[in-house]
């Protein structure tokens, strides 16, 4: 992970020019490990059940680098400039975005019938949009 200098006591605004710094994956990993320490200061007010949950579910969420591959990918499929090598490319990132979706869902439905809500309900709560049907 890239190492950022920064100043003792920092504000959160400078906290964010910091990050806004890291390199895609590094961002990815800090992510990613902002939310295990949101889950473990959450563990306490919720069921250990949850937690995992929620866990899951931020873990499955589609790598920025992924889908922004996938959403240029679409978008030349879209405009029927897609090279044959760049459509077997689309189509194992398909199966890849649709696998994570998957569990993500899952993860998410098993949330709600924990909860006892329906699973747009939940979804809305999180603030979590439907994946996008292609």
């Known amino acids: 992970m890239s190492t950022i200098q920064i100043t003792m006591e920092l504000p959160a605004d400078e906290l964010l020019k910091a990050v806004e710094q890291l390199s895609l994956p590094d961002l990815e990993q800090f992510v990613q490990q902002t939310v295990r320490l949101l ?3 959450r563990a306490p007010v919720l069921p250990r059940k949850e937690a995992e949950l929620l866990l899951k579910i931020n873990q499955t969420a589609p790598p920025l680098d992924l889908q922004a591959r996938y959403d240029e990918l679409a978008a030349k499929r879209q ?3 897609l ?3 760049e459509h077997e490319e689309l189509m194992h990132l398909t199966d890849q975005l649709d696998e994570l979706n998957v569990h993500r869902l899952e993860y998410l439905a098993e949330l709600a019938r924990l909860r006892q809500t329906s699973l747009s309900v939940l979804m809305e709560d999180l603030g979590i949009e439907a994946p996008a049907v292609v």
């Open 83 to 85: 090279t044959p090598g």
């Open 39 to 41: 889950a473990r200061r």
């Open 79 to 81: 405009a029927e400039t």
